[in-house]
């Protein structure tokens, strides 16, 4: 056997940049489902940005760790299928040079990746976990420490919802204070308002101070109904809000098992018994199997590729998902086998390991594989084709049309690169969140029911997440590939403009912007509730919208709140629907003067129903004047309507459940400057999905045009790592704008303005 290391080094050359792209891509792509858990910290304006810094680091290690091996089975399945597609193994093959030669480097570049993973599951994942631990304690410490954030109702404080028109965020110091609180085992609520207020905090205990404070107490129940209003001054409230629970947390040196290397879990789980055992053994040979993972990919890349005749990147790609789909499955199969007790721990995480060895020794010991088998369609397509030799076939009849230019040609191969890469990296995120969740669904009853479902309530927020960089791979994979197989040279040499040329690829993607648009505006909504409602109920987590189980709205000087009917975790009313009627219970007016500061009414009604005109009352409707620390009138058992800010209750959660009309409506409405800038920063990034995957296919197409068939890997590289720059920018961006530095138009356009001029500069340096 001849041995060459040019071969070898040839060999990496190739399948490197695939696997740089491919992992990078992968990264990114997972980093962005990570983030979307932890979005209440990456976007939250009153965070210290070292915590967000912090959190964005500790996300790296696991997600890399995770990307490593489907990148590896990417890049050699792609690279050796270039080599293929090329004859380049056939004239290595030629030389005197086997298979094994050719495997050799890659094998050792997956023992290196192996060990690399072994480390970053070893030392990087759990000092991450112990990070994000630390980080979300922090979070939620410093939200206690921090003043209530002006405009919005908050329940951080046991037993009260507090609401606070204005106010200080930098000193602490409130103003026109509405507090709630009501105790239902002996019928009484509390009012109290006070003109300024604050919170005063140590380490164990906390207070609620308030200044020139009125409370005003009534009954609630069967019984006859009581209303005392007195004016008391500076108040003190103790109140409980777990600060102490989270400093003890955040003291404590002992780590939870997701917080331990691979040695240290295994002494853990020896010492344990029952399910902390199992739940550890599980995770630790999850680990192993991540870090083992790159080197069985080798294996299993390079004989899919070499133990066929002849086959593209397209073809590599969709053997790289079947295997890397096939290895999870398994490795879920495995980790629910153990959790039953079928089979032992060590036994069950050899499933995928054993799976992977027994295909890759099925190719290597088969008979050589061909694509170009035949099948019945194949076999009717021939004789249709024989039949009507001769006449003028349509795929030549739409050439004539286009005077040449092969739009439907280019718009197929697009749409079918924009499919391949959607069902890729989707199975990615899928594979990774199903991973991620399994062990919350694999304890519960009826577990797996709800990931399925979470998960297919899921793909509307999976494609819009990726559709742009789809369209922009299934760009740059287009115009690369006719510029390969010399198509760009034969059109521009028959005096087609090589902007005209890439006409179909920016329609292409104007057009993806379009349906995501649509796609976020009338479906998203709908499925984002329902899956986080699903993800709340497979993590074991209460899942409502409503404060203490009641709404709450603040229109003008009156605060309303109420109960909505027929309301449940799976049937929410939908806002739009609520809007033209909406029957609600147990609703409670209070109107306030002084700024806030005075409860002058107290509207009560047992039963309402909310339309255009507002709240109409339908039974026990009660209206209270109060002055003086008394009732001065009372007027009831008269049907009123109450009219009420629709845009304000027809809106509630977050910006993802939420269309363009919702999110402006509530940025409109919202009393709070961090939130308005929320929703207002929605908006725009809602009408910006409409242009996304056309600026990032104008700025990166210009790497995919060269006429040149030399060096297209370091365009692509290039064009790769603009996007991932443009993510950046965007980023940093958008993090700007939540923290109000920049306002919300500036924050979602600029980024994208300066794309497309830059997309326009390169444009103009392609030659034509």
């Known amino acids: 056997m001849t041995f060459s290391p040019t071969i070898s080094r040839y060999v990496l050359a190739t399948v490197a940049p695939y696997f740089l792209i491919s992992w990078l891509l992968l990264s990114v792509v997972l980093f962005i489902q990570q983030g979307s858990r932890f979005s209440d910290i990456f976007f939250s304006a009153n965070l210290p940005s070292s915590l967000v810094w912090q959190l964005a680091i500790a996300l790296v290690p696991n997600v890399i760790a995770f990307t490593c091996p489907m990148a590896v089975l990417v890049g050699v399945v792609i690279g050796l299928s270039k080599m293929q597609g090329d004859s380049e193994l056939v004239a290595i093959r030629s030389s005197g040079i086997g298979n094994l030669q050719v495997s050799s480097p ?58 606070v028109r204005s106010g200080d965020i930098g000193t602490g110091r409130w103003r026109g204070i509405f507090i709630y609180n009501e105790d239902k085992s002996v019928g009484l609520v509390r009012l109290i308002t006070g003109e300024t207020g604050r919170v005063d905090s140590d380490d164990e205990n906390s207070e609620l101070v308030l200044e020139n404070a009125a409370v005003t107490s009534y009954s609630i129940g069967s019984g006859p109904e009581k209303y005392i209003s007195e004016r008391v001054g500076e108040t003190r409230i103790a109140v409980k809000t777990r600060r102490g629970e989270l400093v003890e947390r955040l003291a404590s040196a002992e780590p939870v098992p997701e ?41 299993l890349g390079v004989s899919l590729v070499l133990r066929y005749n002849r086959g593209g990147k397209g073809f590599g790609i969709l053997i790289a998902l079947a295997g890397l789909i096939g290895f999870y499955l398994l490795a879920f199969l495995g980790e629910q086998l153990a959790r039953i007790n079928v089979f032992p721990v060590f036994i069950s995480s050899l499933l995928p390991i054993v799976g992977v060895l027994i295909f890759t020794l099925w190719f290597n010991l088969s008979g050589r594989l061909s694509l170009s088998f035949s099948t019945p369609w194949t076999s009717l397509r021939g004789s249709i084709s024989s039949r009507e030799k001769g006449k003028l076939q349509r795929r030549n009849l739409l050439v004539d049309v286009t005077t040449g230019l092969r739009d439907f040609d280019l718009a197929a191969t697009l749409a079918a690169y924009f499919a391949l890469t959607l069902v890729f990296l989707g199975s990615v995120f899928l594979i990774f969140t199903a991973f991620e969740l399994w062990r919350f669904a694999g304890a519960i009853d009826g ?38 197989q010399n198509e760009i040279v034969t059109w521009t040499a028959a005096g087609q403009s ?42 074991g ?8 189980g ?11 709140t109420f109960e909505q009917t027929s309301a449940s975790d799976n049937e929410r009313p939908d806002p739009e629907i609520c809007v033209a009627g909406c029957p609600v219970s147990d609703v409670q007016i209070f109107e306030l003067s002084n700024k806030g500061a005075n409860l002058q009414k107290v509207y009560r009604s047992r039963t309402a129903f909310l339309d255009a005109s507002g709240l109409t009352a339908e039974s026990g409707f009660r209206e209270i004047r109060l002055e003086n620390g008394g009732i001065v009138a009372t007027r009831e058992g008269e049907v009123t309507n109450v009219p009420v800010t629709l845009p304000t209750l027809a809106v509630s959660g977050k910006p993802s459940q939420m269309n363009i009309a919702a999110a402006r409506a509530r940025a409109a409405s919202s009393r709070s400057p961090v939130e308005q800038r929320v929703f207002s920063m929605a908006v725009e990034k809602k009408y910006s999905s409409i242009i996304l995957p056309f600026v990032i296919a104008l700025f990166t197409a210009p790497f995919a045009l060269s006429l040149s068939r030399k060096g297209k890997v370091v365009t692509i590289s290039y064009a790769v790592g603009l996007w991932f720059l443009f993510v950046g920018v965007s980023s940093v961006f958008e993090q700007l704008g939540q923290a109000g530095t920049l306002g919300p138009k500036l924050a979602v356009w600029a980024p994208l303005c300066f794309f497309t001029l830059l997309g326009l500069f390169l444009m103009s340096r392609v030659r034509t």
Not at 468 to 476: D, E, F, G, T
Not at 519 to 524: N, S, T, Y
């Open 541 to 548: 987590r209460a899942s409502s919208e409503t404060l203490n």
């Open 447 to 484: 577990g797996i029911w709800l990931l399925f479902r979470y998960l297919v309530f899921l793909l509307p927020f999976v494609y819009l997440q990726l559709a742009p960089s789809a369209a922009m791979i299934a760009v740059l994979a287009t115009y690369v590939i006719k510029s390969r």
């Open 498 to 539: 090589i902007y005209r040329l890439l006409v179909p690829g920016l329609v292409f993607a104007l057009l993806i912007g379009v349906a995501n648009w649509q796609l976020e505006e009338r479906i998203a909504p709908l499925t984002n509730t329902v899956q986080d409602s699903l993800r709340n109920q497979i993590r």
């Open 259 to 299: 917080e331990m290397g691979m040695f240290e879990l295994a002494a853990f789980a020896a010492t344990r018994e029952g399910k902390e055992r199992l739940d550890a053994e599980i995770l630790w040979q999850r680990r192993a199997l991540l870090s083992v993972a790159p080197l069985l990919f080798v294996f």
């Open 550 to 560: 009641r709404r709450w709205i603040a229109d003008g000087d009156r605060i309303i």
């Open 106 to 163: 890659l094998i050792a570049a997956g023992i290196l990746l192996s060990a690399f993973t072994i480390i970053v599951n070893t030392v990087g994942v759990p000092m991450a976990a112990a990070i994000v631990r630390d980080v979300a304690i922090r979070a939620a410490i410093f939200r206690l420490e921090s003043p209530v954030e002006p405009g919005t109702f908050n329940t951080e404080i046991a037993d009260f919802t507090v609401y």
